[in-house]
């Protein structure tokens, strides 16, 4: 009957409401089902992996009764003697019975309908089939609240992720790759806290695209409690998850668990600050054995804060992420998604050919030199320097002088920049006026597409 | 007789001087040798592979002559057009006769004399035999000027490279690997411009230790002037060196071909800051169709200057390097100068056990529990809780109330910090003192050294 209620939840709008529009009774979840696993949910620790090999077999009734029977099937004693490090099974069933026995799933059902949350499990309409590849340690249930649905907002999406203690330079980045996936039609999955989590979810809302907030405690619990606001505008426009039970507290083990959740609803992973210890780089190794894309973002290597990610990207787990754009090219569909190939920008000096430039290259900056001498030190023919020297005469590369034909002015002054100007870029020269071209900027070599031409 | 000249300078004071104590006479090089080569350096230009390999078939001489008869030997013109893009020898030949015709080479070794530099070519005592890698393209010479000795000096370098227009932070960066590397007694080799170059050899010199420059034009030229007091000290201290003759000035061209001498001439090149379109990229390209190890420097995603570093690691052509430390583990001999693993720090946490941990997970933040429900919660057994219990009540991770046990203030109230904290790092607590170890800060995970551990 809660059950009923739980799946009631599922349409009506009092109940925070799907908007799928899918019937309750289009999952294959059944009353029965639902509070069997409210029940198991309350027994087991999150992600108990022989809790979840017991209900595949018995089914979640069936897991049910064996607890409460307090004695396991033979079958399933055997068969979990096989595992690698056969787990303490009298020990489990203890504990799993004491649980169970101060649980009361009808209760946990109505809590949840009450705060406006509803329970799906695997088979329901809204169930993200990717969680299946989390095996034996996928979840038993998930607790939903808000609009947005579920299964659908994750077909794309990404999970931004990074420390609480972001600097300023962390947090603007996160919210720029929320903003910047949101826009481009992608999901941001993240955890909530502090620092990069928040701030991507609130990228993700400014740009008006539902976010999945993952929690690590009952989704009718706020933690951390100065993101109160932040997880109702979360409810209102995306939705707020967990695999716990209405009312419990995150722990420690919590989130670790939790974060294998938000790694298995993402098709990748993107890491924008943590230091060497961060829950970021548990859900970015949780991303790496699902085998989901992960994407690290490089920051100051003065800054602690990011040593985490250039750990990652120093032992080649990651890949260098700059832009939102690079992140879609990763996780995306090659051919669709595609980011554009960061180029070079074009110069004057680009469009002059081989022979022009090594003229050019020959023409003093001080005093002059005629077309014989410079069709000498260019190595080209006398003919050809004189059409040569035509051209970037007109151009305004060179200029004739009475000694001859010089570099102008203007190209020609060698920087006598004092040495303190090193510490800030200079002046950047007007790349549409070829006489503002700086003869040895920094753009002083060919575009990195031809990188290896001088090898 | 100049020649001769050119080789005292090697070793007479007078002449910047060199501190091998290898007699002249050491290197297989001689009068004629050094004469007709500093010919052929004002005949071809830098990096010339035809002359290269004209002057491997027939010697420094004979190619003098071979250009003076204006008429190359029949089986070398065969041989020419095997190559791949068959070059026009005729147009290359009238290049090289007319310069040679206006060659002086006397006048070039007693000027570089004058100048206090040395002309050393291969088999001399100080010829860096790695530049042979670069087959026909391999100088013709070198003109050193410094006290320090070219090849000893190259046996363990690194090149640090990197914008003319750094950033503070570039500059920064590449003082300090000047300073690490060389206290690690490895010589910084660079190109002496302003930004990256000039911050890494000033780092070098301030550590005491020899730095060489390279220069794209001649040693006596000073480019950038700028960079005067600079190169002194490198002189002094070190070494300044170039492959082009006496009173060169620079063009782009020579800075593209100069790049391959200072990739080639150390065991690895670090790129610390570059734009897309960047020299710097120009010689990391020459590092890798060298086969020598290439590292890039991360820094802020916002950060334009920074771009080129961020692609060659996306493009997983550089290995990540975050200090001077982790380059050298890079070019390093293995077992002989590898840097320390960067670890995580430990935390008090750590020493507790998993039963103790999850004992610790169970106990209430708030009002307190008895024994049996801790128990149940924590999944273990009463005995196993209560020794737990008193472990952890010594250890002053909890405290026992009316209610019970409970998590002692300190590690339990949940941070309200307002969202703007996520701003800046809040304090970072005495990891000494565990009743101080916030209970979800970002150490909140295992290290990463077990980051698979939830996989």
Same mark, same amino acid.
């Given at each position: 009957?809660?059950?009923?209620?739980?799946?009631?939840?599922?349409?009506?709008?009092?109940?925070? +409401?799907?908007?799928?529009?899918?019937?309750?009774?289009?999952?294959?979840?059944?009353?029965?089902?639902?509070?069997?696993?409210?029940?198991?949910?309350?027994?087991?620790?999150?992600?108990?992996?022989?809790?979840?090999?017991?209900?595949?077999?018995?089914?979640?009734?069936?897991?049910?009764?064996?607890?409460?029977?307090?004695?396991?099937?033979?079958?399933?004693?055997?068969?979990?003697?096989?595992?690698?490090?056969?787990?303490?099974? /009298?020990?489990?069933?203890?504990?799993?019975?004491?649980?169970?026995?101060?649980?009361?799933?009808?209760?946990?059902?109505?809590?949840?309908?009450?705060?406006?949350?509803?329970?799906?499990?695997?088979?329901?309409? @809204?169930?993200?089939?990717?969680?299946?590849?989390?095996?034996?340690?996928?979840?038993?249930?998930?607790?939903?609240?808000?609009?947005?649905?579920?299964?659908?907002?994750?077909?794309?999406?990404?999970?931004?992720?990074?420390?609480?203690?972001?600097?300023?330079?962390?947090?603007?980045?996160?919210?720029?790759?929320?903003?910047?996936?949101? @826009?481009?039609?992608?999901?941001?999955?993240?955890?909530?806290?502090? +620092?990069?989590?928040?701030?991507?979810?609130?990228?993700?809302?400014?740009?008006?695209?539902?976010?999945?907030?993952?929690?690590?405690?009952?989704?009718?619990?706020?933690?951390?409690?100065?993101?109160? /606001?932040?997880?109702?505008?979360?409810?209102?426009?995306?939705?707020?998850?967990?695999?716990?039970?209405?009312?419990?507290?995150?722990?420690?083990?919590?989130?670790?668990?939790?974060?294998?959740?938000?790694?298995?609803?993402?098709?990748?992973?993107?890491?924008? @600050?943590?230091?060497?210890?961060?829950?970021?780089?548990?859900?970015?190794?949780?991303?790496?054995?699902?085998?989901?894309?992960?994407?690290?973002?490089?920051?100051?290597?003065?800054?602690?804060?990011?040593?985490?990610?250039?750990?990652?990207?120093?032992?080649?787990?990651?890949?260098?992420?700059?832009?939102?754009?690079?992140?879609?090219?990763?996780?995306?569909?090659?051919?669709?998604?595609?980011?554009?190939?960061?180029?070079?920008?074009?110069?004057?000096?680009?469009?002059?050919?081989?022979?022009?430039?090594?003229?050019?290259?020959?023409?003093?900056?001080?005093?002059?030199?005629?077309?014989?001498?410079?069709?000498?030190?260019?190595?080209?023919?006398?003919?050809?320097?004189?059409?040569?020297?035509?051209?970037?005469?007109?151009?305004?590369?060179?200029?004739?002088?009475?000694?001859?034909?010089?570099?102008?002015?203007?190209?020609? /002054?060698?920087?006598?920049?004092?040495?303190?100007?090193?510490?800030?870029?200079?002046?950047?020269? @007007?790349?549409?006026?070829?006489?503002?071209?700086?003869?040895?900027?920094?753009?002083?070599?060919?575009?990195?597409?031809?990188?290896?031409?001088?090898?």
């Amino acid at each position: 009957m809660t059950g009923i209620l739980a799946e009631k939840t599922a349409t009506s709008p009092v109940g925070g +409401g799907s908007v799928t529009g899918e019937a309750p009774s289009g999952g294959s979840g059944t009353s029965a089902e639902h509070e069997a696993r409210a029940a198991l949910m309350r027994a087991a620790d999150v992600g108990d992996a022989i809790m979840g090999r017991l209900v595949t077999q018995y089914g979640a009734p069936g897991a049910v009764e064996v607890i409460r029977a307090r004695t396991l099937p033979p079958d399933f004693i055997a068969q979990e003697a096989q595992q690698e490090r056969p787990p303490n099974l /009298t020990a489990r069933l203890n504990t799993w019975y004491a649980r169970l026995a101060a649980a009361n799933p009808a209760a946990d059902l109505e809590a949840g309908e009450r705060s406006g949350a509803r329970l799906i499990i695997p088979g329901s309409p @809204e169930w993200p089939t990717q969680l299946d590849q989390l095996g034996p340690s996928r979840p038993l249930g998930l607790w939903l609240h808000g609009t947005a649905d579920l299964r659908f907002s994750c077909l794309k999406s990404v999970a931004v992720v990074g420390a609480r203690a972001a600097t300023a330079y962390g947090a603007h980045i996160a919210a720029e790759f929320g903003v910047g996936l949101s @826009e481009s039609g992608w999901t941001v999955v993240s955890g909530g806290a502090f +620092g990069v989590d928040g701030a991507a979810h609130r990228g993700a809302l400014a740009a008006d695209s539902p976010t999945v907030v993952v929690l690590a405690c009952g989704v009718d619990v706020c933690y951390p409690s100065g993101h109160d /606001t932040l997880f109702t505008a979360a409810r209102n426009q995306g939705v707020v998850i967990s695999e716990c039970p209405p009312g419990v507290h995150p722990t420690r083990a919590r989130f670790l668990i939790r974060n294998r959740l938000i790694a298995a609803l993402s098709r990748g992973t993107v890491v924008v @600050e943590a230091a060497l210890r961060s829950g970021a780089l548990n859900t970015a190794a949780h991303a790496l054995t699902l085998n989901r894309h992960l994407g690290a973002v490089p920051g100051p290597v003065t800054s602690g804060m990011s040593a985490g990610c250039h750990r990652l990207l120093r032992e080649r787990k990651a890949v260098c992420i700059t832009s939102p754009e690079e992140m879609i090219d990763l996780v995306g569909v090659i051919g669709d998604d595609l980011a554009a190939h960061s180029r070079a920008p074009a110069v004057p000096r680009d469009k002059l050919n081989e022979t022009t430039r090594r003229v050019l290259d020959a023409i003093p900056s001080r005093g002059g030199a005629g077309p014989a001498s410079i069709a000498v030190a260019a190595g080209v023919g006398l003919d050809t320097a004189l059409s040569a020297l035509g051209g970037l005469a007109a151009a305004g590369y060179i200029e004739r002088t009475t000694n001859g034909w010089r570099l102008r002015k203007q190209t020609t /002054t060698y920087p006598k920049v004092p040495d303190s100007a090193a510490l800030e870029p200079p002046p950047t020269p @007007e790349p549409t006026d070829p006489t503002q071209d700086p003869l040895f900027a920094d753009d002083d070599c060919p575009s990195p597409d031809d990188l290896t031409e001088h090898g």
